[in-house]
């Protein structure tokens, strides 16, 4: 189209196919609210409320004064892309060469990356549902079609691996896996992890949420299990480390898939900010007690907001034992989730999610972030009691 030729911008297919991402939705018109006055109880975004780990600030602080403003290899530092292969060599004891590794401005362009390489038009990713809203949103992107595969909140949100095996065809070219996961904080047992890995297909593991289990659960990596080969391996510093801005993320991929990917990113992203991951190496170095006190933190706040929506007449088949998030059965109160989680801003000052933005499985259901303080989290619950009954 030439420029002036028309009032009318022409939306490709690829994006008209992708959904609006509703958390975010709900956070811009409770922004819109706190504008006006209103005073709204933050649980439906997935962001830490804790601060970003004092030596990652001072990294980040010394790294610009010092000029570090200019581009870096495009694959990330050496000195990092070392420092991450061994961090996570050292948490799921399986072994790590920094030259499979990829820094990203965050995890979500390592997805894009991802699925770039794997994907031609037509090709299916199976995806476990409830998932993260922007996974079928980049499969169709990349012109993909996501597979959905039905878990079951009885069993905790376990993956069942029989109805993956079903969902395969021959263009199955990737199964993606979040553990701990978003919306669900399930954590796939180490039997499906294997099971999953031995299917034939290349995994794409979300493991953003690693680190942040509780009641003594152990996220298995999909590299624990497969070794590495046609795996995916996602990771970042947003959640583990309270450092969602940082916008500073990676994958560990298979080595023959490097050099491609290194190519798509000099040409996408260019590369990661440099002082950004000056950040990274510090928070790698001395960020640990930061995520134990959000460990601790989080698995208190979790009880007590499992607690309270049960008690409003919420449905929580069990506590969620990853991440920081609890998806309840809604469906007592309003089987339209975006409907009542309207209603609950509007009327309750609370924001939540509404289960739909986590795919069909997800309707009926509301998501809930408990990274938020504890006297926030009960004022919460007061304000919904109030609503709802």
């Known amino acids: 189209m030439r420029l002036g030729a028309s009032n009318h911008v022409r939306i490709p297919e690829r994006i008209r196919a992708i959904e609006p991402f509703l958390a975010m939705e709900v956070l811009e018109r409770a922004y819109a609210m706190e504008r006006e006055g209103a005073k709204v109880i933050h649980l439906e975004i997935g962001e830490p409320d804790?601060?970003?780990p004092e030596a990652a600030v001072e990294a980040a602080r010394a790294a610009l004064a010092a000029g570090a403003t200019r581009y870096t290899d495009s694959r990330g530092l050496p000195e990092l892309r070392a420092a991450i292969a061994?961090?996570?060599t050292r948490r799921t004891g399986a072994p790590v060469d920094p030259a499979q590794v990829i820094v990203t401005s965050g995890t979500s362009p390592a997805l894009l990356l991802v699925f770039s390489l794997l994907l031609e038009a037509g090709d299916e990713v199976i995806v476990p549902a409830p998932h993260y809203p922007c996974y079928p949103n980049f499969v169709r992107f990349c012109g993909g079609v996501p597979v959905a595969v039905p878990c079951d909140s009885a069993s905790?949100?376990?993956l069942d691996v029989a109805s993956?095996?079903?969902?395969?065809?021959?263009?199955t070219r990737a199964i993606v896996v979040g553990s701990p996961a978003n919306p669900t904080g399930a954590v796939q047992p180490r039997e499906v992890m294997a099971e999953l890995?031995?299917?034939g297909v290349p995994l794409v593991s979300d493991e953003v949420y690693d680190g942040l289990v509780y009641d003594g659960a152990h996220a298995t990596s999909a590299l624990e299990v497969a070794g590495g080969s046609d795996v995916y391996a996602l990771d970042g510093f947003s959640k583990r480390y309270a450092m969602t801005g940082f916008r500073l993320g990676y994958a560990i991929v298979p080595c023959d898939a490097l050099r491609p990917l290194q190519i798509l990113a000099q040409n996408l992203f260019i590369s990661a900010a440099e002082f950004v991951q000056r950040a990274g190496l510090a928070a790698l170095a001395e960020g640990q007690p930061t995520v134990e006190a959000m460990r601790a933190a989080y698995q208190r706040r979790r009880d007590v907001l499992v607690d309270g929506l049960r008690g409003l007449g919420f449905g929580v088949a069990a506590p969620p034992r990853g991440a920081f998030y609890v998806l309840a059965d809604a469906r007592r109160f309003d089987a339209d989730s975006r409907r009542l989680a309207a209603r609950l801003?509007?009327?309750?000052?609370?924001?939540?999610t509404p289960g739909i933005d986590f795919g069909a499985a997800g309707e009926g259901f509301l998501r809930f972030c408990y990274a938020n303080a504890d006297d926030a989290i009960r004022?919460?619950?007061?304000?919904?009691r109030q609503v709802l009954a």
């Open 156 to 158: 905790g949100w376990t």
């Open 379 to 384: 004022e919460a619950l007061a304000r919904l």
């Open 50 to 52: 804790f601060p970003a």
């Open 86 to 88: 061994a961090d996570k």
């Open 197 to 199: 890995a031995g299917l």
């Open 164 to 171: 993956v095996r079903r969902a395969l065809s021959p263009r």
């Open 345 to 352: 801003l509007e009327e309750a000052h609370v924001a939540v």
